[in-house]
């Protein structure tokens, strides 16, 4: 009979963690949609006019920077920042800057997760001019 409320206790647990996964999906699903339905301009008004709103913006294929670790930084965080504020990315997904780095700086942000997890963007920005940046 324990195995049955074991076997139970499972399942039940299992359906909880899909129903949250399901819920987590559904809504990021949703997210993407609201931003695929926002127009691109980074502005409300252009310097030409407000007829060109319904135009997407005029750089809008922004590829993202990469960092090797072999300079400083600020140029790489730079970039990051522009990329965000370009395509509407909010703070607590800039996570995605991880991928874009390479070599050392990937290993090095390897050991960041494994001691203190997924930093925030500022956290990020503090660690890594900490240690590729210049020293002060």
Not at 99 to 119: H, K, R, S, T
Request: with cysteine; hydrophobic share 35%; net charge negative.
């Amino acid at each position: 009979m324990g195995d049955n409320a074991d076997l139970k206790a499972t399942l039940e647990t299992l359906a909880a963690t899909l129903k949250t996964l399901q819920t987590s999906v559904e809504a990021n699903s949703r997210a993407i949609e609201r931003l695929a339905a926002e127009p691109r301009s980074s502005s409300s008004k252009s310097s030409a006019g407000e007829h060109h709103q319904d135009r997407p913006a005029r750089f809008q294929k922004m590829d993202f920077p990469r960092y090797d670790g072999k300079s400083d930084p600020l140029i790489f965080i730079n970039r990051c920042e522009s990329y965000f504020h370009q395509q509407r990315i909010m703070e607590e997904e800039v996570w995605m800057a991880s991928y874009n780095l390479e070599e050392g700086a990937q290993m090095w942000y390897i050991q960041v997760q494994q001691d203190e997890g997924i930093p925030s963007w500022r956290r990020f920005t503090d660690l890594l001019n900490l240690r590729y940046g210049p020293p002060l």
